[in-house]
């Protein structure tokens, strides 16, 4: 498959991630485009990619795509929801990429946006689970957290670990994200805390799941060969690749391996022209410890059964082999369901433009962004590289 | 699941019934018409016999609102000794006493009511081996 | 007086239930009474909270279908009967039917007749097969008993299932000999459809319903049959509570040794519906081919169905095939009175 141009971010804007009673999902996305637009300084937009995954559920708006491009001054402007669960930001730059890349459009804006808080919180609990299968997971009574609770107890029992091994993941996440004026939860978390914490579903427990709440993020697509003239410090997508998996975790070959990860990391890595050990900070989908552990695992990082390992002995801090939520990751920055991809993508930008200030990733150039729908189900990783 | 879903799926949730592939002989659960092993056509029904062992368990706490007033409860993934892996909850049987390789069988029970007025829902969970 | 069927039928598979849970009498008496009772059990079977009539009558008679090893499509009724069927409208039977894989050329309508509902079903279902109608029929008693708290029936109110297959005497573990049915209008228990809980007469519960019926239908039965108490190895009669059937034991002519094995309610509770068939299904756990067995189950409002049934020289074969009535008894939880109020979901919860 050959690309016709190389596509470079030119713009983020974020906005800080949370309860925002006052704000509506029209409001929070226009926010987050504006300023994406204002960093970019581009005067035309050609299309709107609109990550999201439970509007109609939880906001009760659906046809987001338009109802956003009116409100955020980008009226005529084509403009789709796209969704694949917790992948639908990524999945939604995917698409904006795949546009650029492919010549059909010079600048894209891709909104990722979430706004969970209007709906009570059962609702909204019930609703993340409408990522996994319907008729022979959800209706049994198991949830998208009981999944990960099935996977962890599994993974603990095939290598002998404990809950306290996996508590670096958290701890380093609340470490970085208190660097971090967008992060949800800025305060640090102890290694005793992690393994006290009430469990939610055993074994996992409060301060080992993300926060799920409302937050919005965009970030502006134009051709390479165009990006110098609005932005000084161009980030290039070197790559961009996306598989998916059985819906079912029953129905995976290894339920203790992200086969879709495994393969996009792959392809990603083999378009970029790199390798792991390329990989100077992994912006990876951390909506519980045990998926953190995994992704390390599938994109080369840590043989099977060794992800944790790299959280036990530090290698996944600021200054470790493989720097991991680097603004605070879902854990702490937070998981605003559909936005998380762009977050992410948005928080890699700040540290290959060198601007990630106390949690500048020392001579970060390649940065290794991955998002996860259900339990694996879809999973899109994208490459970028850093303007020097 | 809507009402619809329910009924289309009684004969699989009350009584595990899935699919043997003609071609190859794996038996198939849920049913899903082609064969994931050999990707042939597999639409002949087969009954599990319901027994099988304890892959993983987890205790949820925290659950969604149809299955709120059952909490706390252990779901599981079951390898059944036919071959497939099925996902239920684990019943008569408390938290602290299940074991990854535990012996479980198959049994119908209710899954959730919609209120007291609506529809009750049954399908399978699993037990330690009885008799 | 006595039922007949014109051809010849039996008992080909039998199963039963019961739920894992526990309640002690004394424990409930500790809560209403500070422990100032004479508890009419040891303890009751008490359902978990994802258990109704649907699934106990379900596991019953998937023993039941396992001990008779036939095709279930050859099923031609699922009678369930129920004082706690979960829907007003829309038959237990039918899902029992669909789960057991009976459907869909089969009759699935309820029966209620309080505690003698079950044996009003195997009534009707002697008459379905011995008619030459069907060649199989699965009967079930099963209840999941609400007692109003702090009432005397509280301490027994239970839950358990017991089901038979009836099918041609010739492949019959046990065959049915004959039946006998007593009924009056006698008030003696009764719920009105909006109330949660029954109302009964006390003691007049005692004389005018329970002993009278269950004299009249088994000594008819008997007297009909000239047999005497000797020709039967064992006696079940329905089981409110441990006196009862013990008192009209005795009056009959039966010893305790012979209402011994299919005495339960001490350990379980009054299982409704259940209550007199489950005793049977425990007496066939352990009878021996060639032994009579007398039924005599009672149920409120009111009757008594009385049935002769002689053992077969298949039974023991077939014995093992499902988990044995006391291999449930023994499976067994205890919980405290305020699991238990959470369980039977008496807490007003809006």
């Given at each position: 498959?050959?690309?016709k141009?190389e596509?470079?971010?030119?713009?983020?804007?974020?906005s800080?991630?949370?309860?925002?009673?006052?704000?509506s999902?029209?409001q929070?996305?226009?926010?987050?485009?504006v300023s994406a637009?204002?960093?970019?300084?581009?005067?035309?937009?050609d299309?709107?990619?609109v990550?999201?995954?439970?509007?109609?559920?939880?906001?009760?708006?659906?046809?987001?795509?338009?109802?956003?491009?009116?409100?955020?001054?980008?009226r005529?402007v084509?403009?789709?929801?796209?969704?694949?669960?917790?992948?639908s930001?990524?999945?939604a730059?995917?698409?904006g990429y795949?546009?650029?890349?492919?010549?059909?459009a010079?600048?894209?804006?891709?909104?990722?946006?979430?706004?969970?808080t209007?709906?009570?919180?059962?609702?909204v609990?019930?609703?993340?689970?409408?990522?996994?299968?319907g008729?022979?997971e959800?209706?049994?009574?198991?949830?998208?957290?009981?999944l990960?609770?099935?996977?962890?107890?599994r993974y603990?029992?095939e290598?002998?670990y404990e809950?306290?091994?996996?508590?670096?993941?958290s701890?380093n996440a609340?470490?970085?994200?208190?660097?971090?004026?967008?992060?949800m939860?800025?305060?640090?978390?102890?290694?005793?805390?992690?393994?006290?914490?009430?469990?939610?579903?055993?074994?996992?427990?409060?301060?080992d799941?993300?926060?799920v709440?409302?937050?919005?993020?965009?970030?502006?697509l134009?051709?390479m060969?165009?990006?110098?003239?609005?932005?000084?410090?161009?980030?290039r997508?070197?790559?961009s690749?996306?598989?998916?998996?059985?819906l079912?975790l029953?129905d995976?070959?290894?339920?203790?391996?992200?086969?879709?990860?495994?393969?996009?990391?792959?392809r990603?890595?083999?378009?970029a022209?790199i390798?792991p050990?390329d990989?100077?900070?992994?912006?990876l989908?951390?909506?519980f410890t045990i998926?953190?552990?995994?992704?390390?695992?599938?994109a080369?990082?840590?043989e099977?059964?060794?992800?944790v390992?790299?959280?036990?002995e530090?290698q996944?801090?600021?200054?470790?082999?493989?720097?991991i939520?680097?603004m605070?990751?879902?854990?702490?920055?937070g998981?605003p369901l559909?936005?998380?991809?762009?977050?992410?993508?948005?928080?890699?930008?700040?540290?290959?433009?060198?601007?990630a200030?106390?949690?500048q990733v020392?001579?970060?150039?390649?940065?290794?962004?991955?998002?996860?729908?259900?339990?694996?189900s879809t999973?899109v990783?994208?490459?970028?590289?850093?303007?020097? | 699941?809507?009402?619809?879903?329910?009924?289309?799926?009684?004969?699989?949730?009350?009584?595990l019934?899935?699919e043997v592939?003609?071609?190859c002989?794996?038996?198939?659960f849920?049913?899903?018409?082609?064969?994931?092993?050999?990707?042939?056509?597999?639409?002949?029904?087969?009954?599990?016999s319901?027994?099988?062992?304890?892959y993983?368990?987890?205790v949820?706490?925290?659950a969604?609102?149809?299955?709120?007033?059952y909490?706390?409860?252990?779901?599981a993934?079951?390898k059944l000794?036919?071959?497939p892996m099925?996902?239920?909850?684990?019943?008569?049987v408390?938290?602290e006493?299940?074991?990854?390789?535990m012996?479980?069988?198959?049994?119908t029970?209710?899954?959730?009511?919609?209120g007291?007025?609506?529809?009750?829902?049954?399908?399978?969970?699993?037990r330690p081996?009885?008799? | 007086?006595?039922?007949?069927?014109?051809k010849?039928?039996g008992?080909?598979?039998?199963g039963?239930?019961?739920p894992?849970?526990r309640?002690?009498?004394e424990?409930?008496?500790?809560?209403?009474?500070?422990?100032n009772?004479?508890p009419?059990?040891?303890?009751?079977?008490?359902p978990g909270?994802?258990?109704d009539?649907?699934?106990?009558?379900?596991e019953?008679?998937?023993n039941?279908?396992?001990?008779?090893?036939?095709d279930?499509?050859?099923i031609?009724?699922v009678?369930?009967?129920?004082e706690s069927h979960p829907?007003?409208?829309?038959p237990?039977?039918t899902i029992?039917?669909e789960?057991?894989g009976?459907?869909?050329?089969?009759q699935a309508g309820?029966?209620?007749?309080?505690?003698?509902a079950?044996?009003e079903?195997?009534?009707?279902a002697?008459?379905?097969?011995?008619?030459?109608?069907?060649?199989y029929v699965?009967v079930i008693?099963?209840?999941t008993?609400?007692g109003?708290?702090g009432d005397?029936?509280?301490?027994?109110?239970?839950?358990?299932?017991?089901?038979?297959?009836i099918?041609?005497?010739?492949?019959s573990?046990a065959?049915?000999?004959?039946?006998?049915s007593?009924v009056?209008d006698t008030?003696?228990f009764?719920?009105r459809?909006?109330?949660?809980?029954?109302?009964?007469?006390?003691?007049f519960t005692?004389?005018?319903?329970?002993f009278?019926?269950?004299e009249?239908a088994a000594?008819?039965?008997?007297?009909?049959m000239?047999y005497?108490p000797?020709?039967f190895a064992?006696?079940?009669?329905?089981?409110p509570?441990?006196?009862?059937p013990?008192?009209i034991?005795?009056?009959?002519?039966?010893?305790?040794?012979?209402?011994?094995?299919?005495?339960?309610?001490?350990?379980?509770?009054n299982?409704?519906?259940?209550s007199?068939l489950i005793g049977?299904?425990?007496?066939?756990?352990?009878a021996?081919?060639g032994?009579r067995?007398?039924?005599?189950?009672?149920?409120s409002?009111?009757?008594?169905d009385?049935?002769?049934?002689?053992?077969?020289?298949?039974?023991?074969e077939r014995?093992?095939l499902?988990?044995s009535?006391r291999?449930y008894?023994?499976?067994?939880k205890?919980?405290?009175?305020a699991?238990?109020?959470r369980?039977?979901r008496?807490?007003?919860?809006?």
């Amino acid at each position: 498959m050959m690309r016709k141009r190389e596509v470079a971010i030119i713009g983020i804007g974020q906005s800080k991630v949370g309860e925002h009673w006052d704000k509506s999902i029209r409001q929070l996305a226009s926010e987050a485009i504006v300023s994406a637009i204002k960093d970019a300084k581009i005067e035309r937009v050609d299309m709107l990619y609109v990550g999201n995954a439970l509007s109609g559920e939880l906001a009760l708006q659906e046809h987001l795509g338009a109802a956003i491009a009116d409100f955020s001054g980008l009226r005529t402007v084509e403009a789709y929801k796209v969704e694949a669960a917790g992948a639908s930001g990524a999945a939604a730059l995917r698409l904006g990429y795949l546009a650029v890349a492919g010549g059909l459009a010079d600048f894209v804006v891709v909104c990722g946006v979430e706004k969970v808080t209007d709906a009570p919180a059962e609702r909204v609990n019930s609703a993340l689970s409408l990522g996994i299968d319907g008729e022979y997971e959800r209706e049994l009574g198991l949830s998208l957290i009981a999944l990960n609770a099935l996977i962890m107890r599994r993974y603990m029992y095939e290598y002998g670990y404990e809950l306290r091994d996996f508590a670096g993941f958290s701890v380093n996440a609340h470490k970085n994200a208190a660097n971090n004026p967008y992060a949800m939860f800025r305060n640090p978390i102890t290694e005793k805390a992690f393994v006290e914490a009430r469990m939610v579903v055993e074994p996992i427990n409060l301060l080992d799941s993300s926060p799920v709440a409302d937050g919005a993020a965009a970030v502006v697509l134009c051709p390479m060969e165009m990006a110098k003239d609005f932005q000084a410090k161009p980030v290039r997508i070197a790559s961009s690749a996306a598989a998916t998996d059985t819906l079912a975790l029953h129905d995976r070959k290894d339920p203790l391996f992200l086969e879709a990860a495994y393969l996009s990391a792959r392809r990603a890595y083999e378009i970029a022209g790199i390798k792991p050990e390329d990989v100077d900070l992994f912006e990876l989908y951390d909506s519980f410890t045990i998926m953190a552990a995994l992704s390390l695992e599938a994109a080369g990082f840590a043989e099977r059964g060794q992800g944790v390992r790299l959280a036990m002995e530090g290698q996944i801090s600021l200054d470790g082999r493989i720097p991991i939520s680097t603004m605070g990751g879902l854990k702490a920055r937070g998981n605003p369901l559909g936005a998380t991809g762009v977050y992410q993508v948005a928080e890699a930008v700040l540290q290959l433009r060198h601007e990630a200030g106390p949690n500048q990733v020392k001579d970060a150039h390649w940065a290794l962004v991955q998002s996860i729908g259900g339990v694996g189900s879809t999973v899109v990783t994208h490459i970028l590289e850093g303007p020097d | 699941m809507s009402l619809p879903a329910v009924w289309r799926t009684r004969k699989q949730r009350y009584s595990l019934v899935g699919e043997v592939c003609s071609k190859c002989g794996a038996k198939i659960f849920p049913p899903r018409d082609v064969c994931p092993e050999c990707s042939k056509p597999a639409q002949t029904p087969y009954s599990f016999s319901g027994r099988g062992v304890v892959y993983s368990f987890a205790v949820v706490y925290q659950a969604s609102e149809e299955f709120e007033e059952y909490a706390p409860y252990a779901v599981a993934m079951v390898k059944l000794e036919e071959g497939p892996m099925v996902t239920a909850q684990l019943t008569d049987v408390d938290p602290e006493e299940v074991k990854v390789g535990m012996p479980v069988e198959m049994v119908t029970r209710k899954l959730y009511e919609e209120g007291e007025g609506g529809v009750i829902h049954y399908g399978y969970k699993f037990r330690p081996r009885v008799g | 007086m006595l039922l007949k069927t014109a051809k010849p039928v039996g008992i080909v598979g039998y199963g039963a239930y019961v739920p894992r849970y526990r309640i002690k009498a004394e424990e409930i008496a500790r809560v209403w009474t500070g422990g100032n009772m004479e508890p009419p059990v040891r303890e009751k079977s008490v359902p978990g909270l994802d258990e109704d009539t649907v699934t106990i009558a379900l596991e019953a008679a998937r023993n039941a279908l396992a001990r008779a090893r036939i095709d279930p499509k050859l099923i031609k009724a699922v009678w369930v009967g129920s004082e706690s069927h979960p829907y007003a409208v829309k038959p237990t039977g039918t899902i029992v039917a669909e789960a057991i894989g009976a459907t869909p050329y089969v009759q699935a309508g309820d029966w209620e007749f309080a505690c003698k509902a079950g044996t009003e079903a195997l009534q009707a279902a002697l008459g379905l097969v011995g008619s030459g109608m069907a060649d199989y029929v699965l009967v079930i008693g099963a209840d999941t008993a609400q007692g109003r708290p702090g009432d005397a029936l509280e301490y027994t109110a239970a839950a358990g299932g017991a089901a038979f297959i009836i099918g041609p005497a010739e492949e019959s573990l046990a065959i049915i000999e004959a039946s006998c049915s007593y009924v009056t209008d006698t008030p003696d228990f009764f719920r009105r459809p909006k109330r949660n809980y029954p109302s009964h007469g006390a003691r007049f519960t005692g004389e005018p319903a329970y002993f009278h019926h269950i004299e009249m239908a088994a000594r008819t039965l008997m007297e009909e049959m000239g047999y005497k108490p000797q020709d039967f190895a064992y006696a079940v009669f329905h089981q409110p509570n441990l006196k009862f059937p013990q008192t009209i034991a005795r009056k009959l002519g039966f010893a305790p040794e012979q209402i011994k094995e299919g005495l339960l309610v001490g350990e379980i509770g009054n299982t409704y519906a259940a209550s007199s068939l489950i005793g049977l299904t425990a007496v066939l756990d352990v009878a021996k081919p060639g032994e009579r067995i007398l039924l005599v189950s009672f149920g409120s409002g009111a009757g008594s169905d009385a049935f002769s049934i002689l053992t077969t020289d298949r039974l023991p074969e077939r014995q093992a095939l499902a988990p044995s009535t006391r291999a449930y008894i023994a499976r067994r939880k205890e919980v405290d009175y305020a699991l238990y109020v959470r369980y039977r979901r008496k807490l007003e919860m809006e």
